[in-house]
């Protein structure tokens, strides 16, 4: 009973960990409900786990070692999703400054931070492909592969993983953002070389008033007309992401 007991402990701890991090999950919702969610799953999927990888007598400083391990692994499995939410963000950010939105900002219910109008416009969208995708069922079977191919106390987290998963994220993360941003800055710059000419052609045209309205209605236009495509490539983004979560629980096998 006293190992099962346990199986539960770690199970739930890995969970609590992804279900903090992951999309949708993290963020203004109850923290009441989240944990809710956290002990559901964990009900389930301890039947489903083997506790043959725990010790045959746990001590105190056992429990708590693999206590961290569960948690950090969890985390570790949530975080190129939250990688992904971070490049998507930043990407709106810099699309929004260009446009002369960035003043504008609002609170993402998603992380509780504060983005431009653009930034945020972005991010619900990249959540509704992640909705329409099912990218939620898709994480619950992460999760269950990460037991399956890891029990509990059985990951090997070395100082090489962490390393990996932090400077692959900020690369992937700064890659997408300009991957994202690089059509409305090249249309904005075009914009503003246009409207310096027109400053030189014709200085006594206040261009503080006439260049705001020109760039937000371009930079909306362009939105507009990569919408279509943002959503395709943010389907395979999170594809990947997915993908490499299970690079990521193949790495973690001891």
């Not at 619950?140 to 962490?162: C, G, M, N, T």
């Amino acid at each position: 009973m006293e190992t099962y007991g346990l199986v539960f402990l770690f199970v739930l701890l890995r969970v609590l960990a992804i279900v903090m991090v992951l999309p949708l999950w993290s963020g203004e919702i109850p923290g009441d409900f989240r944990v809710g969610a956290a002990i559901w799953m964990s009900v389930l999927f301890s039947f489903v786990v083997t506790p043959a990888s725990l010790p045959s007598t746990p001590h105190a400083a056992g429990i708590v070692t693999g206590a961290a391990l569960e948690f950090c692994t969890g985390a570790l499995l949530g975080f190129f999703m939250r990688v992904i939410l971070a490049a998507i963000a930043l990407g709106g950010q810099l699309a929004g400054f260009q446009m002369g939105l960035a003043i504008a900002n609002v609170i993402d219910p998603a992380t509780s931070a504060q983005y431009s109008m653009i930034a945020q416009w972005l991010n619900l969208l990249a959540l509704f492909v992640f909705l329409e995708m099912d990218g939620h069922l898709m994480a619950v079977r992460i999760v269950a592969k990460s037991f399956e191919w890891i029990p509990p106390y059985a990951a090997d987290l070395h100082a090489s993983i962490f390393y990996d998963v932090v400077a692959e994220g900020g690369r992937q993360m700064f890659r997408l953002a300009f991957r994202l941003a690089w059509p409305i800055s090249l249309t904005l710059l075009m914009v503003y070389l246009s409207l310096g000419l027109l400053a030189r052609a014709a200085p006594q045209i206040n261009m503080l008033m006439v260049g705001f309205p020109i760039t937000i209605s371009m930079g909306l236009i362009m939105f507009a007309l990569s919408a279509t495509s943002f959503s395709t490539h943010m389907e395979r983004v999170f594809l990947d992401g997915f993908h490499t979560a299970e690079q990521m629980l193949a790495a973690m096998r001891s």
